[in-house]
């Protein structure tokens, strides 16, 4: 039996108790022994994390220090393999390089259909003076947008899936130029970035880190999100295939 680890929390918003839960579900249905926990406290022991087979983490924001930052990656370069979601794996640990190194992105804005500043810091007293000092409303960051999956790509994640439609939040994201993309939008920046033009942004995407392999999609602001038969469909193949695939 494979075996998974699944650390969850950070900002609620993302729901990451509800999304934890229904990764658990999945990864069980594909017989995975899973280890669920909303700590970090197993990232202090790296025998655990190598005898891992999928880590999958859930965390949006938060802090994660170097030390426990390095017994991960180095357990994914092993052969390890990691793979998430929308901000729970890549708006996690903002200010922690070698972790966005290793996972291939970063989440830096919400193109939306007005423009709004985004927030570096969602601690609460952070969140209440710029609500009050540059206010916008709820849901300000959803928009309605088409996924496309890459033609003629050869990879088992996405073959046969079909292109949707979805609102929710789109990501943009500050990428590493060495992943293999899988699939993207379309995002028309508005605001200061929009003299640029429209961008071409990848939804979902692998890339190798040593013996490892990552899958990340940007898909998953909220739990419903995975109902969406590409979308479930997509992150389960994700999840088999970055698992490590011998010891």
């Not at 007005?114 to 849901?139: A, C, F, M, Q």
């Not at 013996?211 to 739990?223: A, C, E, I, L, N």
Request: charged share 25%; net charge negative; hydrophobic share 35%.
């Amino acid at each position: 039996m494979r075996k998974a680890y699944i650390f969850y929390g950070g900002w609620d918003g993302h729901e990451p108790e509800q999304v934890s839960a229904r990764f658990k579900r999945m990864l069980e249905a594909e017989n995975f022994d899973v280890v669920r926990e909303d700590h970090m406290d197993r990232l202090d022991d790296e025998e655990f994390l190598r005898s891992m087979d999928l880590i999958i983490p859930l965390w949006t924001q938060g802090y994660l220090g170097d030390c426990k930052c390095f017994r991960l990656c180095d357990a994914i370069a092993s052969g390890v393999g990691i793979a998430g979601c929308h901000g729970g794996m890549c708006d996690a640990f903002r200010w922690n390089i070698e972790y966005q190194f290793m996972t291939g992105s970063q989440w830096v804005v919400h193109p939306g259909d007005t423009w709004y500043h985004h927030l570096s810091d969602l601690d609460p007293k952070n969140i209440e003076e710029v609500n009050r000092e540059y206010p916008s409303p709820e849901g300000a960051f959803e928009r309605e947008y088409e996924v496309h999956f890459k033609k003629g790509c050869s990879s088992p994640i996405i073959e046969g899936l079909e292109d949707f439609k979805v609102k929710t939040e789109q990501y943009y994201l500050h990428l590493d130029p060495c992943v293999n993309v899988l699939a993207t939008t379309q995002v028309d920046t508005l605001g200061p970035h929009s003299p640029n033009g429209i961008v071409e942004m990848p939804v979902a995407y692998t890339k190798l880190w040593g013996k490892g392999r990552v899958f990340y999609t940007s898909m998953g602001h909220k739990d419903y999100i995975f109902d969406i038969p590409s979308v479930g469909e997509m992150v389960r193949r994700g999840f088999l295939w970055a698992a490590r695939k011998e010891k």
